[in-house]
């Protein structure tokens, strides 16, 4: 935490000298990017039993275009 703060300030100092302008700019874009990563990660790795069911589901349907498939119908089936 000491080091990101001193960090901060350093690129603060810099673009109050108008060396590093855009510094924060690109700080803020990483840690976005940073974040919203985890959380796409996060969602893909909570949910892939029921992409998995999807896709299955999917799949079937393309094997047994005209109803033929005996598949029960799910919370997905709208899908």
Excluded: W
Aim: neutral net charge.
């Amino acid at each position: 935490m000491r080091t990101m703060l001193i960090l901060f300030v350093v690129s603060m100092a810099f673009e109050e000298l108008g060396v590093g302008s855009r510094t924060v700019i690109v700080a803020f874009a990483l840690t976005f990017g940073s974040l919203m990563l985890g959380l796409a990660l996060a969602f893909g790795l909570g949910g892939k039993d029921l992409a998995r069911k999807y896709l299955e589901r999917r799949f079937a349907r393309e094997q047994f275009p005209q109803g033929e498939s005996k598949e029960r119908e799910d919370e997905l089936s709208p899908l």
